[in-house]
């Protein structure tokens, strides 16, 4: 059973940075694919970026790209989330999702998700 904790979520200025962590326990090996997902009230639950933990490859939505970055350090089991000019950063839940599989086929389909953190909220200020 893979544990995911986030944290690092908060309220930030409009243009500001932010950067959310999930640990990733309960792990039997380091390949899996581990994801970040958005939601905001009243929408559906859509993914921004991913990571195979193991190939070390990044996927990002194009709503995102070139402004958040995920990473992982391996020694504390933790993926990171930057998210930078928050101006344009959609508020709500963040989550960090585990699957035992790659990344290549669908990041973003949240069905292939297996495992889930309770999400940090993400509010941005003007």
């Known amino acids: 059973q893979v544990h995911l904790v986030e944290s690092g979520g908060g309220s930030v200025q409009a243009g500001g940075s932010l950067r959310l962590s999930c640990v990733v326990s309960?792990?039997?090996?380091?390949?899996?694919?581990v994801a970040w997902f958005r939601q905001a009230p009243g929408k559906e639950r859509e993914g921004v970026a991913s990571?195979?933990?193991?190939?070390?490859?990044?996927y990002y939505a194009a709503s995102v790209k070139g402004r958040f970055t995920v990473s992982q350090d391996d020694a504390k089991s933790t993926v990171y989330l930057q998210m930078n000019s928050l101006k344009h950063v959609v508020p709500g839940m963040y989550y960090c999702?585990?699957?035992?599989?790659?990344?290549?086929?669908?990041?973003?389909?949240?069905?292939?998700?297996?495992?889930w953190g309770q999400g940090p909220q993400v509010d941005v200020s003007s």
């Open positions: 999702a585990a699957a035992p599989i790659g990344c290549l086929s669908g990041p973003f389909d949240s069905s292939k998700y297996s495992f």
């Open positions: 309960g792990s039997p090996s380091n390949r899996y694919c």
């Open positions: 990571v195979a933990t193991r190939a070390g490859a990044t």
